[in-house]
């Protein structure tokens, strides 16, 4: 599993493996504690959660019980999507990192431009003043990389005009379908580097029979393919799972899909779980 060993650069020459392993809707306690341990097992170092997901402390448990050393694990965590002002960002940056039990956090992200509860809502002005407080935290030393999560380009402008500093990752939804190809061309001109969320389309990619069809093509399975599609793309993707077997499958990607075949791919659009 070659690819658990590969990294991206970002702009301010931090490196990032090239796969994470996402904790989203991964309860807390055991489940998310013997669940990141399985993964730091099979060779994952990068563990992607949020103060969302209400499982950072177990995530920082296995981690430090893991016995691996802390500057060989990649941890990111989000401050909450609510959380629109300069003080109250500095205060749940704290909070993470009671959670997590670590002295510095490798990147830290505005999890959402708005309020999940209240999508699309006017946040610009407190999307800055949060930023302010991530730039002043990544000055200080404690985080050793900064970015937003669901940001628009036009999103991203505002903070970085108001402040100039320009976000190191971008977090979207990203998977065969649903390739916000103006975000994704956005970012790669401004250095972003783009990390994608739900690969496997929360499951609906796997019942899709064109990805079916070009999975049995190259001898793997349909989530090889989808997530081996992001690192085409030149994104980092987060699969998720609980199962040791999916753990291992989700890192097999160490082959190549053809300029041909991306397009046909590329060509598969519109609502997964819509899909045949």
Known sequence: MKVLNQTYVMSNGVT?????????????????????????????????????????????????????????????????????????????????????GLAVLDLYLIHAPWPWHEI???????????????????????????????FAPADIDYIVKHTGFVPHANQIAFFIGIDQK?????????????????????????????????????GVTAAQICIRYCIEKETLPLPKTTKEHRMIENASVDFTISKEDMKVLEAIKGDPRRWD
């Not at 341990?37 to 209400?54: E, F, M, P, S, V």
């Not at 970012?187 to 999975?215: D, R, W």
């Open 16 to 100: 990032i493996p090239q796969i994470g392993f996402g904790t989203w809707q991964v309860k807390s306690g055991e489940e998310a504690y013997h669940s990141v341990l399985l993964a730091l097992k099979n060779g994952y170092r990068h563990i992607d959660t949020a103060h969302a997901y209400q499982n950072e402390r177990s995530v920082g448990e296995a981690v430090r019980a893991s016995g691996i050393p802390r500057d060989e694990i990649f941890v990111t965590s989000k401050l909450p999507s609510h959380v629109k002002d300069y003080q109250g960002t500095l205060d749940h940056f704290e909070e993470t990192m009671a959670n997590l």
């Open 120 to 150: 699309g809502k006017d946040c610009k002005d407190g999307n800055v003043e949060a930023w302010k407080a991530m730039v002043q935290l990544y000055h200080d030393k404690r985080i050793r990389a900064i970015g937003v999560s669901n």
């Open 182 to 218: 103006e975000t994704l061309d956005y970012c790669k001109t401004h250095n972003i580097l783009v990390e994608a969320y739900s690969p496997l389309a929360i499951g609906f990619a796997l019942k899709n029979g064109e990805i079916q069809k070009m999975a049995d093509k190259y």
